[in-house]
């Protein structure tokens, strides 16, 4: 790790420090004389001369927001917030309506159990002025950062160099955030398979109404099988991240490794009912993707997966130059053999078009236009059915009938129905389809990730 290039920040001297740290004192004791109450004083724990840092702003910004949802938590009535923002170190003031010794057992409890806590200085000082100590409440004293020794034999005898501390102060920064981001990501991506199932009518799929063109599973299954996937989901955005300076392209045999010991999950879960096996494919390139922005500090947009996508996908083109009707032993071999048709790995190599292109863009407009998520994801699901080669519906009837259902899926969007129509439609539809035997399952991935790439920009400058 070169620190430097992490320590942007204006170089603070002895005297200023000092100066501040008196500072600090006085303001303290303006607050503690205005309000009465116990004062809560919030800095961050950085050696060295730079205090003030990207990373550390974000680290200062975090704890703030623990502190006053633990606060919350321990129904401890915050009265007053000021922050003061001073290259010497960002300092946060709360003057709270409780009892000192108790707003420090919280406190500390915070410290302890946040693997950023080792980076917090929470000072409580009661209506008099008095700070409270953890050994006025039995605890024990803070451990050094990087040995975890007793920190005041290690800062007495210096016992670690300078960089020593700063190098374990940002990989405890850099941890957290990028274990926070990951599992943000992975939750997201359980969440959208939990609205994709839940979205009702759906042609031919699980949904609220039935089981569609399926007698093996239900919502619960896939309810259990998203569940499942969480630690995998997570696996494929930390893998994104550890390798994000790797060449895009020499990443899918580990990606597939992932990928294979999510579906063994999934099927341990399900009972060995197949339900999101395709859909582990796509998120484990999209989330790999996702991990590779966080990894660079690259700002996503769609543009910018959509780019990463194809680059992890590259070297699938090779799936299919010596393919023969001979080779071809899945049903996707065989309708590439035969039809040309791709799939989901030829939808990867061109960085999900379907996705990227209709599918997203189309759940946009209509939440725009005030639908609520339920029925977005219907029209949505039509749309993307009557502009895709869904090979689920092949393989479960033809290829003539699914070119059938596409034209009449096109005729019945462009007529511009009124909103209940479409639903009607669907629901129609979905009675046909089960009758049928039909079940558009590569439709519904894409679905997911719609809705996916949805929630995202809901969270972040995703666009």
């Known amino acids: 790790m070169d620190v430097q290039k992490i320590l942007i920040g ?50 200062y910004e975090e704890g703030l927001e623990l502190i006053k949802y633990q606060c919350k938590a321990m129904e401890i009535s915050i009265c007053h917030l000021e922050e003061n923002h001073f290259a010497t170190g960002y300092e946060g003031y709360l003057c709270v309506q409780s009892d000192a010794f108790k707003v420090k057992k919280a406190l500390t409890e915070l410290e302890e159990n946040s693997s950023l806590g080792r980076l917090f200085d929470i000072d409580v000082l009661d209506k008099s002025g008095q700070k409270i100590s953890r050994t006025a409440l039995s605890l024990p004293q803070r451990r050094c950062l990087v040995c975890g020794g ?40 359980a969440r959208a398979l939990l609205y994709e199932v839940l979205a009702t009518p759906k ?7 039935n089981t569609g063109a399926h007698k093996d599973m239900d919502i ?9 996937l969480l630690p995998y989901f ?25 990928g294979i010991q999510a579906e063994i999950a999934m099927l341990r879960a399900t009972k060995g009912i197949n ?18 922005c966080y990894g660079n500090s690259i700002s996503i947009n769609c543009s910018v997966l959509q780019n990463l996508c194809k680059e992890i996908a590259a070297p699938m083109a090779d799936d299919f130059s010596n393919l023969a009707a001979k080779s071809a032993t899945t049903n996707g071999e065989k309708l590439f053999v035969r039809y040309g048709i791709r799939g989901v790995r030829g939808e990867a190599i061109d960085g999900f078009p379907i996705l ?4 997203f863009p189309k759940m946009e407009q209509l939440l725009q236009e005030n639908y609520n998520l339920n029925d977005t994801g219907i029209l949505t699901l039509l749309t993307i059915l009557a502009n895709s080669e869904d090979t689920n519906v092949i393989s479960r009837s033809s290829y003539k009938k699914m070119t059938e259902i596409q034209h009449t899926l096109k005729e019945e969007l462009e007529n511009n129905l009124e909103h209940r129509d479409y639903l009607d439609f669907a629901q129609k539809l979905d009675q046909e389809f089960i009758a049928q035997n039909i079940s558009p399952g590569g439709s519904a991935d894409i679905l997911a990730l719609s809705y996916f790439l949805h929630f995202l920009k809901q969270d972040s400058n995703l666009y």
Do not use: W
Request: one cysteine or more; charged letters at 15%; a positive charge.
């Open 150 to 189: 007793p920190t005041f034999v290690c800062s007495r005898s210096r016992t670690h160099s300078l960089n020593e501390i700063l190098q374990h102060t940002i990989s405890i920064m850099q941890d957290y955030f990028s274990e926070k981001y990951a599992v943000h990501i992975a939750s997201t991506a």
């Open 10 to 59: 204006k170089h603070i001297e002895l005297p200023q420090m000092l100066s501040a740290r008196e500072n600090r004192v006085q303001k303290q004791n303006q607050l503690l004389q205005q309000y009465q109450m116990t004062l809560i004083s919030f800095t961050l724990n950085i050696a060295g001369p730079i205090k003030v840092f990207p990373l550390a702003i974000k680290t």
């Open 203 to 209: 042609p031919g799929l699980v949904d609220k109404n």
């Open 356 to 359: 990227f292109d209709v599918a």
């Open 234 to 258: 997570k696996a494929f955005v930390n893998f994104g991240i550890s390798h994000c300076k790797c060449d895009p392209q020499t990443l899918l045999p580990q990606l597939r490794s992932i």
């Open 275 to 292: 339900t999101h096996k395709g859909i582990i494919f796509s998120l484990g390139i999209l989330e790999t993707a996702l991990g590779i």
């Open 220 to 228: 619960v299954t896939f309810e259990t099988s998203s569940l499942a």
